[in-house]
C-alpha cells in the first residue's frame, strides 16, 4: 500500500473542498498473463492484480452536484447527479460518471459526491487504469449511498461504465481482476459460469511488463470489431452443429475448427483460431502451475503472441519487437501482448534472479530502435481492491 500517494491525495481533497472524506477504496490495474480476447466469449483468462492502484476519495455533496477530480492533472468535473453523461472534452470523467450511474439507476438521487482520485498505474501501458479507477470509485460511491454491491455486480457496473461511457464493448476481465487479486495468486477465471479461483504463483513466477507507450488510433474500434467478427464466427460454428447447442466460441474446440470452419470468411476464422487456442492454452497453463513446470508456461505465452500476431492482428510493430527480444534474451522464459493490443504493453515471464538484468536489456535494445523509449516495470501478483477502514485525519 502506498501511503503517499493515500496522504497526498487526502491533502489535495481537503484543498478542493474544505473537508476530510468519508470513505477511501483502492483497487489495482492488471497484467492479462494468458487468454487474450477470451473474456467476452465466455471463456478462460489467468490474470493478475499488480501493486500500483487508484485511489478513490469521496463524502457527500450538500446539493445535487457531483463533483469529481482527477488528483494528477488537478482538474475537476461538476456533473448532475440525476444525469450523469459522458463528454469527449474530459473523457477520464466518463468512467466515474458511467460507475455513478450504474450505482444510482433505480433512483434518482437527491444528492451529489464530492470525489477525487489519484494512483500509479501507468496510462497507456495495457495495466487497465480505467478498471482500477472504476472499481475504486465504485466501492467508495457505493459505501457513500450505503449500497452493498456483491463483487460481481461492482465488476458489471464497472463494464457498463466501460460500454455506455467509453464506448469500449469490453469483457469482465480488468474488473475482475482488479476485484479478485491476491498477493501471489494468479486468478484464474472462467468468463461463462463467472466462476473466479486464484493459483498460487510461487516463487519461481516473475513477471516483467514493458509498456512501448504505444497508443495506436482507433484502439476501441478495433477491439469492438473483434468482438463482432468473433460474434459472426460462434453464429457459424451454432449453425453447422445445431445440434451442440453453441452460443460463443468457448464452446468450440481446435478440432471442430479445423473441421467445420468451411463456410468461414478467412478474418473470421483467424480470429475464431485465436480465441479456441487461448482458452485451450489458459487450461493447459493453469496445469502447467499446479505441476510447477515453468518452462512450458512460457513457451504458451510465446505461442499465444503468435496468435495474435497472425490470427488476432492485435499486436503491432513495437510489441513484436519486444516479445522478439525478449524471445533472445536469456532468463526470459515467455513473452506476450498483454490486453486489447494495438499498443500497450507486452508481459515477460522471467527467472527471478534476473529480473533487473532482462529489464535493463530488454529496454536498451528496444530503445535503440526506436524513437519512443520503453518502461518496464516489474510485476508481482498483488491484492484486489478494497474499502479501507477510516483513517486518521491529517
Ligand atoms: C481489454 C478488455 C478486456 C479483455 C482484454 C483482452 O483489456 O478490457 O475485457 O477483452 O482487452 O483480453
Not at 18 to 38: F, S
Not at 57 to 74: E, F, H, I, M, N
Amino acid at each position: 500500500m502506498n501511503t503517499a500517494i493515500l496522504e497526498q491525495a487526502r491533502l489535495l481533497f481537503r484543498d478542493y473542498y474544505q473537508c476530510d472524506p468519508i470513505h477511501v477504496a483502492y483497487a489495482p490495474g492488471r497484467v492479462e498473463i494468458l487468454g487474450n480476447h477470451t473474456d467476452y466469449n465466455e471463456g478462460f483468462v489467468l490474470s493478475s492484480a499488480i501493486a500500483q492502484g487508484t485511489w478513490f476519495l469521496a463524502a457527500s455533496a450538500p446539493d445535487t452536484q457531483c463533483r469529481v477530480v482527477a488528483g494528477d492533472v488537478r482538474e475537476q468535473v461538476v456533473f448532475p447527479a440525476a444525469s450523469p453523461r459522458p463528454d469527449p472534452q474530459a473523457p477520464w470523467a466518463d468512467y466515474v460518471k458511467g460507475v455513478w450511474a450504474g450505482l444510482t439507476d433505480a433512483e434518482s438521487p437527491s444528492r451529489g459526491f464530492l470525489g477525487l482520485f489519484l494512483g500509479n498505474v501507468p496510462l497507456g501501458a495495457g495495466l487497465s487504469s480505467s478498471a482500477a479507477l472504476e472499481i475504486s470509485a465504485g466501492l467508495a460511491l457505493a459505501a457513500l449511498c450505503q449500497r452493498d454491491i456483491p463483487p460481481l455486480d461492482l465488476a458489471r457496473i464497472g463494464q457498463a461504465a466501460e460500454h455506455r461511457f467509453a464506448g469500449v464493448q469490453c469483457g469482465l476481465l480488468d474488473q475482475i481482476t482488479s476485484i479478485f487479486g491476491q498477493p501471489d495468486r494468479l486468478v484464474k477465471t472462467d468468463f461463462r459460469s463467472l466462476a473466479v479461483e486464484t493459483i498460487p504463483a510461487g516463487d519461481a513466477l516473475r513477471f516483467l511488463v514493458v509498456n512501448t507507450g504505444v497508443k495506436h488510433r482507433l484502439v476501441d474500434s478495433e477491439y469492438n470489431r473483434r468482438r463482432e467478427e468473433c460474434r459472426r464466427a460462434a453464429t457459424h460454428f451454432a449453425t453447422v452443429l445445431p445440434e451442440r447447442n453453441i452460443t460463443a466460441l468457448r464452446d468450440v474446440s481446435s478440432s471442430d475448427w479445423e473441421r467445420y470452419r468451411a463456410g468461414l470468411d478467412d478474418t473470421a476464422a483467424r480470429r475464431a483460431l485465436h480465441v479456441i487456442g487461448e482458452n485451450e492454452r489458459v487450461l493447459a497453463g493453469a496445469n502447467c502451475l499446479r505441476d510447477a513446470d515453468i518452462a512450458a508456461f512460457g513457451q504458451l505465452m510465446f505461442a499465444s503472441h503468435e496468435s495474435s500476431r497472425y490470427n488476432f492482428e492485435n499486436s503491432c510493430p513495437e510489441l513484436d519487437d519486444v516479445v522478439a527480444i525478449a524471445r533472445d534474451t536469456d532468463g526470459v522464459l515467455g513473452a506476450r501482448l498483454s490486453g486489447g493490443g494495438f499498443g500497450g504493453g507486452s508481459v515477460l515471464l522471467v527467472e527471478p534472479e534476473s529480473l533487473d538484468a532482462v529489464a535493463q536489456h530488454v529496454a536498451a535494445v528496444y530503445n535503440r530502435g526506436h524513437h519512443h523509449p520503453c518502461i518496464t516495470l516489474p510485476v508481482r501478483p498483488a491484492a484486489g481492491a478494497r474499502l479501507l477502514g477510516m483513517q486518521q485525519k491529517l
